[in-house]
């Protein structure tokens, strides 16, 4: 990904997205056999489908979640501000099935024996099935949240919901989605001129 002017964007370097290939690639990964896989696939689901932050996850309640209508009450942030999300369809196939064989707890993702998820086992499950995946990006969970960012700006044109969305409380923090989708599409549009005039 490209680098803008610092004092025009923020940030020295524009965040790390996945493509489409990427994810799927991603979400192949864990086994939904198994516990621990199909939970890992549910919260990689949930953080490119909602951008929810990391703690976010981790410290989801299983009354937070409505598993019909897809809702979901989520609270971060520095200001602890409660936002609404959704998860799709697919995802809530899955949470289903996750909560067959997830042990009795408050929490919606939590370990084998019902405590909550440490936050570092996700960074490094992250980390870990994308290497699987061959994905040769520095993967962390915010790589998903800023992957979710990018692609809902990039459908809606709309700045102030991703801002709702990720729960930013300052407009600026979520201006980079702007710079971020400008790159890429100036990137397609250099190799798509690039292919026609080998063509």
């Known amino acids: 990904m490209g680098t803008l002017n610092n004092q025009e964007t923020g940030y020295r370097k524009l965040p790390e997205i996945l493509t489409k290939e990427e ?34 996850v981790t410290g989801l309640k299983r009354e937070d979640v409505d598993l019909e209508s897809g809702e979901l009450k989520v609270e971060g942030g520095k200001e602890k501000k409660r936002r609404t999300l959704w998860a799709g369809k697919e995802s809530l196939e ?40 061959h994905i040769n990006k520095n993967i962390s969970p915010h ?22 969305a990720l729960g930013h409380s300052s407009l600026s923090a979520t201006m980079i989605y702007t710079y971020l ?12 001129r690039s292919r026609r005039a080998a063509a």
């Open 23 to 56: 994810q799927e690639a991603l979400l192949s990964i864990p086994n939904p056999k198994a516990p621990t896989g199909i939970r890992n696939l549910c919260m990689l689901r949930i953080m490119l489908e909602a951008g929810l932050r990391l703690s976010e």
């Open 94 to 133: 899955l949470f289903k099935k996750w909560l067959q064989v997830s042990p009795e707890s408050r929490y919606f993702f939590p370990t084998l024996k019902g405590g909550k998820l440490d936050n570092r086992y996700v960074r490094e499950m992250v980390k870990r099935l994308a290497g699987k995946a």
């Open 143 to 164: 790589t998903l949240r800023h992957t979710f960012a990018a692609e809902l700006y990039r459908k809606t044109s709309n700045i102030r919901l991703v801002q709702k």
């Open 181 to 192: 989708v400008n790159d890429k599409i100036e990137d397609d549009l250099q190799f798509f």
